[in-house]
């Protein structure tokens, strides 16, 4: 593979700073054209020292101005239209999506015009719009997405060379996340400090909120639906709490596939990056079977953990539902970090907000997702408002 012109959208957060890190490991495949941030300008200036990227897009416009301060030899853009310039540059190769949220979207379909190919780890573009998306790509068949997050690449490798009529079902393994032992009864009691506390994953902020509430596993059955064209009903999800196997294929024949790896986000990335071959990696991120003593499996609890049904349903009555349960769980996820709604409340925004919604119709259009995002995330800060009361 020649050498490939990358650009990283999310470069300050924990995917971000992991394909740096690949990024750094192998110099001689990958040429740093650009890196994008949201508002964390200290880690970026870093980043920009050590890379000397090009090219830098910064989300917040007044921290897009701090930035240009005393930086030579990088052009900066700002806004969501800077980000999404970095993403169509004329000669970027690959386009690294890390951006937290339904705010990577637009971002996503401008790389997918820009025929890139794209090592995706941000789910709630797809979960939003994955019909959009889904039709962009036969648009322009030059694009390709290759999954980042470890499920979904585990089960993007396991189903290498064969045709999607062999598959029976697929199993999305769940960590269980942070709350896996704590009782139904004291789930009102977590604060974000102990639902933050992952056992297996380091990771940024709201995806760890959505391990713990399990919404983290319903926004990837969606996800896995437009990614791999699977119907709905052929994704399951396992709870698997030494977080060895990854994702499994189930096929016709009764045959399954698995992907076993450490828990650590810089393989799926590394393979994401040298897709279609594999690079050796100097005896890092090796799995030592000597020492597992036992691999588990469970069904995930939904009376426990609602967020999990609420996504089935969702994704089970059209292209639009998803779009509020996404909306509304980002909106709610923000208010119990910031100590405004308790830890319970999270899947009773989310379902008071799907019922609210609940006769929507379906929509191919990008303008009437944006407006339907805009108005769910009103109403569910509404929502939050009264239940902080």
């Known amino acids: 593979m020649s050498r490939q012109n990358i650009v990283i959208l999310g470069s300050t957060g924990s995917i971000g700073a992991n394909t740096l890190e690949v990024v750094g490991r192998f110099k001689d495949k990958f040429r740093l054209i650009g890196i994008s941030a949201g508002s964390n300008i200290k880690t970026l200036k870093n980043q920009i020292e050590r890379f000397k990227p090009e090219f830098v897009a910064v989300y917040n416009e007044e921290k897009a101005e701090q930035i240009k301060k005393g930086l030579k030899g990088t052009k900066v853009f700002s806004g969501l239209e800077g980000v999404c310039r970095l993403a169509s540059l004329r000669d970027v ?11 990577a979207l637009l971002p996503l ?4 015009r820009s025929n ?3 090592a995706l780890a941000n789910k709630e573009a797809l979960v939003v719009a994955g019909h959009i998306i889904t039709e962009q790509l036969q648009k322009n068949p030059k694009s390709q997405i290759i999954p980042v997050d470890s499920e979904q690449n585990a089960i993007f490798q396991c189903l290498k060379g064969y045709d999607r009529s062999m598959i029976n079902r697929i199993y999305l393994t769940a960590s269980g ?3 896996i032992n704590c009782k139904k009864s004291n789930l009102k009691h977590v ?7 992952h056992p297996r994953w380091k990771m940024g902020k709201k995806i760890t909120i959505d391990s713990a509430t399990l919404m983290n596993k319903g926004l990837e059955v969606i996800e896995a639906r437009w990614l791999f064209n699977i119907p709905l009903e052929k994704i399951k999800v396992v709870v698997h709490k030494e977080a060895i196997i990854h994702s499994l294929v189930e096929f016709i024949d009764g045959s399954m596939l698995g992907q076993l790896a450490v828990t650590d986000m810089k393989l799926p990335i590394q393979y994401a990056l040298s897709f279609p071959e594999r690079w050796y990696n100097n005896g890092q991120l090796k799995l030592d079977l000597s020492k597992l003593k036992s691999l588990s499996f469970a069904k995930p609890d939904f009376k426990k953990f609602p967020c999990l049904e609420l996504a089935y349903y969702a994704a089970s009555q059209g292209n639009m539902l998803p779009c509020v349960l996404n909306a509304a769980n980002e909106e709610a996820v923000e208010a119990f970090l910031n100590h405004r709604i308790i830890f319970t409340k999270i899947p009773c925004v989310i379902e008071k907000l799907l019922k609210k919604h609940k006769d929507l119709k379906n929509s191919n259009r990008l303008i009437d997702l944006l407006e339907l995002d805009h108005t769910a995330r009103v109403q569910a800060r509404e929502l939050i408002g009264e239940l902080a009361k």
């Open 177 to 179: 996340g942070p709350l």
């Open 116 to 118: 890139k190919k794209i």
């Open 93 to 103: 190769d690959t386009v690294v999506i890390a951006v937290t949220g339904s705010i």
């Open 191 to 197: 604060s974000p400090e102990h639902a933050l506390a």
């Open 109 to 112: 379909l401008e790389a997918i």
